[in-house]
Structures are given as structure tokens and as C-alpha cells.
């Protein structure tokens, strides 16, 4: 995974633009809750991981000084992991429980930013960051977040990525889980009911 972390950090760096995983489901709603002033976007990760952001969507603006940074981070971890007599299984896993890209995102954010990650955060030289939230549906008062799937289809499926400043669901993070391998039956539903 580290070198997949790499090759896109690497990629938003170089072009900047919208990156997104093949299990992610857009909805029609992101693309007018990006704010247009943002520079650099991202999902902060649920629950037990929320420490962590999320890169399975991330946008930037070309040559971001964060994803410079990262690239940065991912190097001197890269490195000290090369080092002989390194414990390997345990610098992984004092990273973010072992989910090296979005631990080192986030330090690497950490040390950019004197701002946590708020859902909208202004910063030094024009910089613009704006932050989802990844949550479990039935966490979701559903009636605040109008078109929210009801949250049946199972294990990591049951998650949506929602603005909570305009309340509008933006995403929904899996449409597959890999873990059981099955695909997430509400996800699917919508996305083939989109086109």
C-alpha cells in the first residue's frame, strides 16, 4: 500500500486535480460542496481511525505545498523502515494502526497546518483546506440528511461521507468490501440508478 501512497501523492503533486479510489461512490452533491476557494481536500477517517484522513478522495491544486510535504514524510518513513534492525511489523503498525498513507497525510497536514482539521480551514498564502466526514450511517440523524441510504448493506459498507456544515451527503466511501468480499447491495443500487 505504501508505494500506491506514494504514486498518488506523487500524481496530486505534479498535475493536482480529484483523485478517487474505484470503490467510491460519488454522489451528485460534491462537486457544488467543494467550495470553490479550496485547495486541498479530503475526508477525515471515522471513528477509530479519526486521527487519520482519508485517501481514498483527495483533491489539491497543483504543485500543493501539502503534497509536498507528504511526499516528504513518506520518504523519511520509507527510509527509517530500510534501516537495518528496524522492527518492520511494528513501525507499521505505531502508524496509524498500520494505515501508513493516511497517518503520514495527516502528520504531514499536522506539521503544515497550525489549524486541525475543521471543515474549513484557511491558511498562510492563499492555501484553502475544506474537510469531510466519514461516518457510519445509522450514526446520521436521517433527517437532517435528506437521500441518505438506510444503511443495510452490511459490515464496512454501512458508511457515507457527509459535509456537516450544508448537512448534504457527498459520498459513500465503499461500494465493494474487499474485507467479505460482496458488494454493497444499497451502493450498487444507487449508482446504477445514476447511469
Known sequence: MVKSDICRLAMMYTLGGYYFDTDILVTPELKAQIAPETTFATVRAAAALS?????????????????????????????????PGVNEAQMRVSVAQGNIGTGLLRKAYD???????????????????QFFEETPINWLPRAQYPGLLPGHSGFICDYAVVNKLTNKVVLYSRVY?????????????LMRSMG
Open 51 to 83: 486521527a487519520s484522513f482519508f485517501q481514498a478522495f483527495l483533491a489539491a491544486s497543483q504543485k500543493h505545498p501539502l503534497m509536498e510535504l507528504a511526499l516528504k514524510e513518506f520518504k523519511d518513513w520509507y527510509d527509517k523502515l530500510r534501516t
Open 111 to 129: 506539521n503544515w497546518s497550525r489549524d486541525g482539521p475543521m471543515p474549513k480551514v484557511s491558511h498562510p498564502g492563499g492555501h484553502v483546506s
Open 177 to 189: 468490501d474487499s474485507h467479505h468480499h460482496q458488494e454493497c447491495s444499497e451502493e450498487v443500487k
